[in-house]
């Protein structure tokens, strides 16, 4: 029986950007582009029990927030009751060239499903769809691939645009090169890649309320934890915690509930910004 969630919103910033140019970005100005680069970002989320481990969950909310034209593993409901241990949002890959060039991309997500897309993939895997297919039973990683995507710097910037309101929008207001993609119906353009997934990988971040009100947070990995970010919200009051680099274990101190969301997201764009993404990128 699973413990009553924590009152305390932990979120560290495992932020990869790769950089497949040798010249460091420019933080705080629009890339100098030289060359072929590719910037990739995006959020792991889990939800923690008792014991501090990521547990089994699915969301609340019954209808997805994504333009009708995103593509979907069989449909858009299948998502609603897969459950697993990690969500992995809004990944994007952002190009960046000062000619035309067509490049290809394949992503593995290890032991999970690739569940919403676009533009249109060359395939996703696994190939199998049987109607009971469960994260914790599929033997095979997750996976999708672009065979053939051509960056196009002088591509008139007529994307698709649906009236409803989303967030998937934001993501294209950076000076990212737009790219366009052949399919049996058509190009699509866009201005990045875009996807989305569920996994049951193990989590390597933990975090639980001790006995005295504090978080106690370990790392499980070799490597350094950049960042992290203790968030606390009552009502209409919020206030958070900015922490350094995280090896092995931490007890973080609630923060005091005097703080403000426009605060917030200032000190997470300067994290992103120092992670190597470009100052455009990490607003959006």
């Not at 029990?49 to 699915?58: K, L, M, N, R």
């Not at 032991?111 to 993939?121: D, F, N, R």
């Not at 947070?217 to 919200?233: D, G, H, K, M, Q």
Request: hydrophobic residues 40%; glycine residues 8%.
């Amino acid at each position: 029986m699973m413990s009553k969630l924590p009152r305390f919103v932990l979120a560290a910033l495992l932020v990869g950007c790769f950089l497949l140019s040798n010249d460091a970005p420019a933080k705080n100005s629009q890339p100098i582009v030289a060359g072929l680069t590719a910037h990739e970002w995006g959020t792991f989320t889990s939800m923690a029990g008792g014991d501090g481990q990521a547990v089994e969950w699915s969301p609340l909310t019954g209808a997805t927030d994504l333009p009708t034209f995103v593509e979907h593993f069989r449909t858009p409901q299948f998502k609603l009751g897969l459950r697993g241990t990690v969500r992995m949002e809004t990944p994007v890959l952002y190009f960046y060239d000062s000619r035309e060039e067509r490049v290809s991309v394949n992503v593995s997500f290890a032991k999970g499903l690739i569940t919403e897309w676009y533009p249109h993939a060359s395939s996703v895997g696994p190939s199998a769809n049987p109607a009971d297919w469960s994260l914790f039973q599929g033997s095979e990683d997750g996976s999708i691939a672009w065979d053939a995507v051509t960056l196009s710097p002088s591509l008139r910037a007529d994307f698709q645009r649906h009236p409803q309101e989303s967030h998937y929008y934001a993501a294209r207001m950076t000076s990212a090169t737009p790219l366009r993609v052949k399919t049996s119906t058509g190009e699509q353009h866009e201005k990045f890649l875009f996807y989305r997934g569920v996994s049951t990988f193990h989590v390597p971040l933990s975090a639980k309320v001790t006995a005295g009100g504090q978080v106690h947070i370990a790392n499980s990995l070799e490597e350094e934890i950049p960042n992290t970010l203790l968030f606390e919200r009552r009502g209409d009051k919020v206030g958070y915690r900015v922490d350094g680099a995280l090896v092995g274990e931490a007890v973080l101190d609630p923060p005091e509930l005097t703080g403000n969301v426009n605060d917030l997201g200032r000190e997470l764009v300067g994290m992103l910004v120092a992670q190597g993404l470009y100052l455009d990128e990490a607003q959006a």
